[in-house]
Structure formats: C-alpha cells, structure tokens
C-alpha cells in the first residue's frame, strides 16, 4: 500500500521560505508521477506542481512558477516542493499526491494516492 507523509510545513513570515517533504513507501515509483496541491480555508483543492518520478520533468501553476521548485532524490524515495517569497495568499495546507498512470494532471481526481498535509501559514 503506497504511503505518502509529508512534512515541514509551519508558520513563515511574508517573504520568507519553506521547503516541505514528501516521503513515499510502500511501491515502485518509476512511472509515478508525483504532485503537490494545497488547500486554503473555503478553498477548493489548487494544483501547485508535478514531476516525474523518473524523467525528472517538472510542471507547476502559474501562480507559484518563478517562486516553487519541486525536486525528488530517487534514493530517499522524497520529494521536495521548496517555496521563496511566501506570501499570505500561499497559506493553506499543502498535500502531496501520487499518479501510478504517470499523467502530469492538474486534476487532484487523477491521483490515486494522497498524504495527510502539512499546514503552512505565512503571515504578513
């Protein structure tokens, strides 16, 4: 059973950064593709970015592109979403997802398997 805990989420003022994790187990992630998504209160699910497990190929949201890089070490089985010039509009609690289908969707509906979250705040 794929596990997906994340971690390093907490409070952060305005400007400053975050790096959260995503610690996988319990599958072969070669042809995963793997996402992070966040959710603010009264908010739906938002698509923040993607890679591939294995290509390494990365796809983020207009919103966070410039600010966000996500990265994995194929060896931990981690992934990585670090985050610089946090603003207030960035709190919310951030989920990382896996797609065993290996498709680079922006849809939280394509991935099969998710984490608990990591809440991350930034104040102004």
């Known amino acids: 059973q794929v596990q997906l805990v994340e971690s390093g989420g907490g409070l952060v003022q305005a400007g400053g950064s975050l790096r959260l994790s995503c610690a996988a187990s319990?599958?072969?992630?070669?042809?995963?593709?793997m996402g992070w998504f966040r959710q603010a209160p009264g908010k739906e699910r938002e698509f923040v970015g993607s890679i591939g497990w294995t290509s390494g190929r990365t796809y983020y949201a207009d919103s966070v592109k410039g600010r966000v890089t996500i990265s994995r070490d194929n060896a931990r089985n981690t992934m990585y979403l670090q985050m610089n010039s946090l603003k207030p509009e960035d709190t919310a609690v951030y989920y990382c997802?896996?797609?065993?289908?290996?498709?680079?969707?922006?849809?939280?509906?394509?991935?099969?398997?998710w984490g608990q979250g990591t809440q991350v705040t930034v104040s102004s």
């Open positions: 319990g599958g072969t992630f070669n042809r995963y593709v």
């Open positions: 997802a896996a797609d065993q289908h290996g498709f680079h969707s922006r849809n939280s509906e394509s991935y099969e398997y």
